[in-house]
């Protein structure tokens, strides 16, 4: 199982059939559009060449909580989902949209080493 399916599953383990890679797919119109998540990967980038090969790459991991009002219950769901399958978080950012509806994101970067 790649890394983004199994971040697919602990996501949707926090809040089930409410996330979405890369866009929201929720619609507008429903009245009950919170809370869902999105997540997608931002970046992968070359730290370390090796013979003019690349040795290292760094893979960033974006996760925003989209919630209608601040709400510290799903923060921790959510951190504690990630924290108990293993990975590193951070979190980078907290921003009320005009709507006064919360953004929480995260991020989450994984390294991968090759061999040769």
Known sequence: MSFI?????ILDGVLPNR???GTNIVDANE???YPFIVYQEISDRIQTYADNKSAVRIITYQITLLTESKNPIFE???ESALYQSGFNYQMITEY???DNSVN???EIKQEEIKYE
Request: hydrophobic share 40%.
């Open 5 to 9: 399916e199994q971040l697919f599953q």
């Open 19 to 21: 996330v979405s890679y």
């Open 31 to 33: 009245l009950h559009v």
């Open 76 to 78: 921790e769901q959510l």
């Open 96 to 98: 009320v949209n005009d």
């Open 104 to 106: 929480r994101v995260y």
